[in-house]
């Protein structure tokens, strides 16, 4: 039950404390409202006494009225102090932004009460932001919560995160699921340990559950998460070009040198115009991913084939690059503007008058009685509503907020009218079904409002939770009102003018991303081409066993040359002197391969089978290391998310590919263990 108190009439409700007038006015006087609202609502100003249920009317002429120095029962008079300050005229722009200064005394008061460590205070600050939260209506604390978040953060770095945790417990009640607090309750939890860490890890899927389900975030999440992917396959195609360079090294630029070497050109000059073919697209400033496509082409015709359907793979991989450059724009995503947003949540700049201009005149006045109602001008309020109701298209928000202003100046029946008729109108909505439980509790009649407060807790959890802790502060009971909704044209005219919007850097009629999308297929096709063509050509294979390049062979095994062959095999046909300046080749030639091998398999797991002619097997060591190694290396550390102010903790790709990359090492470096036999 909200509460079954009779509700105090309006006249008794005890006004806002001349103390918290005197502070708020001079503080408007002496300061830049809009500047100072904005960091009180960051950082908290100084601290007020509670507020009461009444808070600071506006005035027609824009003079703000301080009701604690009228004569109300039970309220002293005011000093000539008080009642100067409250008789200084505040442009009426800035009126609007109380709340948001009230807001920031009431973070002001949390903070001081976390650093006392006292449970009364603490218990008194949370009560005086519920207080607040019940005066102006339904008002959105979110400013308040993220503040203390960053409070929690603070807390954390300074080796307190248990304090922080109590922080976040304590305010989550006014944002539950908020994903700054998930943010804030996952770093805290990794500042425990690796235990803290495991207790992390919930709070870590419900956070990527958030962000994938948000349009706004989903394009900056993968662009966050999936650059790794980017470096991966670069990191894939640089490795296995290199791989089988080192591997054909001896027949890599036969294909640029032999021709010229028949013709009778100088070696000397043949090898410095390879050397330079080979690194030309380094040397004019381009990607290496396109000194990797020439290798490859010109490793075409060596290659065996498995190498040749993995080379084909990797090529075509490439393609993923230009994808991710299409998501990109989809990370700059601009926050959705919200006219509830604008009702509910206190506003620490005035709303440009321009932009309310653009909406229609209906929903112009139903936002002027909005604002008499967060007052308490019950009166005009009812006035507002009640000429909207004719012709208002939202007449469920319309009626509801009609029997608000009628209930609050005691007009029961008509209120209970206005109630049921917008029920009927949205059957559903939390704050109306708790309005007609008030209506039926101050009628007496009980069974009628507990039926209502169990279909708004059955309907709408959340409004009844909310508006519960809210009426719980005051023995009193209080109607709801429901703010203006969103819809396509009120969004559109709360949009900021289109010059001022960034456009997409990037699509498909830009020329780099054409070609971007169009070299690595190009590289595949030629290729396939070049392969093809060298099957009915004469070219050069490399000798296992002394390195050396040949066309033909005598040998059953077509990687021997001739001339390992009659040494090793049929040890015959050799002069002495010739048989030892071979013997010699290939003892320098299976030094520099154990050399390589040995580096490979300490630096880069994986190449050292492909070097080694194990491909299946090296090409899949190798694609985890490469993606293991991109998640270190590329994984976004830290992102701050459209519409918030604080930045999300690092990724857990990260230590998922530190673990990854530590296991390939650890099993690639075990190779050098002795074994036995």
Request: overall charge positive.
């Amino acid at each position: 039950m909200i509460a079954s108190v009779p509700r105090a009439s309006c006249s008794t409700q005890a006004p806002v404390t001349a103390r918290f007038i005197r502070a708020a006015f001079s503080t408007l006087i002496r300061k830049a409202a809009p500047v100072l609202g904005a960091l009180l609502i960051a950082l908290g100003g100084t601290a007020l006494p509670a507020q009461s249920d009444r808070p600071v009317p506006a005035g027609a002429s824009g003079e703000a009225k301080a009701p604690g120095a009228a004569k109300a029962p039970g309220v002293p008079r005011t000093s000539a102090a008080s009642r100067e300050a409250a008789a200084v005229r505040v442009p009426d722009p800035y009126v609007g932004q109380l709340p948001a200064i009230a807001l920031s005394h009431c973070a002001a008061r949390l903070k001081a009460a976390f650093r006392s460590g006292n449970a009364r205070d603490l218990q008194a600050a949370i009560q005086d932001v519920e207080l607040l939260r019940r005066t102006y209506g339904t008002m959105d604390v979110l400013p308040l919560v993220e503040a203390m978040a960053l409070v929690a953060r603070d807390l954390g770095s300074h080796g307190d995160p248990v304090q922080g945790l109590k922080v976040l417990d304590a305010v989550e009640r006014w944002a539950p699921r908020n994903p700054t607090l998930l943010a804030t309750r996952v770093i805290l939890l990794r500042h425990q340990g690796p235990k803290g860490y495991l207790l992390s890890l919930a709070d870590t899927m419900e956070l990527t559950r958030y962000r994938l389900t948000n349009p706004l975030d989903r394009g900056l999440w993968a662009v966050q998460h999936l650059a790794w992917l980017r470096l991966g396959i670069t990191l894939l195609l640089w490795g296995w070009t290199l791989a089988l360079a080192l591997r054909y090294r001896k027949v890599f630029r036969c294909p640029l040198e032999e021709p010229l070497l028949r013709k009778g050109q100088n070696p000397h000059v043949v090898a410095i115009f390879g050397a330079i073919v080979v690194t030309l697209p380094v040397l004019a400033g381009l990607d290496p991913s396109f000194t990797a496509m020439l290798w490859l082409w010109l490793l075409a015709p060596t290659l065996q084939g498995a190498e040749v359907k993995a080379s084909v793979l990797i090529l075509m991989l490439q393609v993923v690059q230009p994808a991710l450059t299409l998501v990109e724009p989809m990370a700059s995503s601009v926050p959705i503007p919200s006219i509830v947003t604008l009702q509910q949540r206190p506003q620490a700049l005035p709303v440009d008058a321009a932009t309310l201009l653009k909406l229609a005149p209906a929903d112009r006045a139903f936002l002027a009685g909005w604002r008499q109602l967060e007052f308490q001008e019950w009166a005009k309020a009812e006035a507002t509503f009640d000429a909207l109701a004719k012709h208002h298209p939202d007449q469920a928000e319309v009626l509801n907020n009609l029997g608000v202003a009628r209930y609050e100046q005691g007009k029961v029946q008509g209120a209970q009218a206005c109630f049921d008729e917008a029920a009927t109108l949205a059957p559903g909505r939390g704050e109306i079904l708790l309005n007609q439980s008030v209506i039926a509790y101050r009628l007496m009649d009980g069974n009628l409002g507990a039926s209502k407060q169990e279909d708004a807790r059955r309907l709408a959890p959340d409004v009844f939770n909310n508006i519960l802790a809210v009426n719980l502060v005051r023995s009193d009971q209080r109607a709801f009102p429901l703010p203006l909704p969103d819809n396509p044209e009120r969004i559109k005219a709360l949009e900021p003018p289109p010059d001022a919007v960034e456009g997409p850097r990037g699509n498909l009629r830009d020329l780099v991303l054409l070609l971007n999308f169009g070299l690595p297929v190009l590289a595949a096709a030629a290729f396939l081409i070049r392969l093809r063509h060298s099957i009915g050509e004469a070219h050069p294979s490399q000798c296992t066993r002394c390195g050396d390049p040949f066309h033909t062979t005598d040998s059953p095994d077509p990687a021997v040359c001739s001339k390992c062959h009659h040494l090793f095999v049929l040890k015959d046909g050799l002069h002495a002197e010739s048989r030892k300046r071979k013997v010699d080749e290939v003892g320098a030639f299976q030094a520099s391969q154990r050399w390589l091998h040995n580096a490979l398999t300490l630096l880069l797991p994986g190449l050292d089978k492909i070097f080694m002619g194990e491909t299946t097997a090296g090409f899949v060591e190798f694609v985890l290391f490469c993606l293991a190694g991109a998640m270190i290396l590329s994984t976004g550390r830290a992102v701050r998310y459209p519409g918030e102010i604080v930045q999300d903790p690092a990724s857990v790709w990260m230590p998922m590919g530190i673990l990854l990359t530590v296991l390939i090492y650890l099993r690639s470096w075990v190779k050098f263990l002795p074994r036995r036999g």
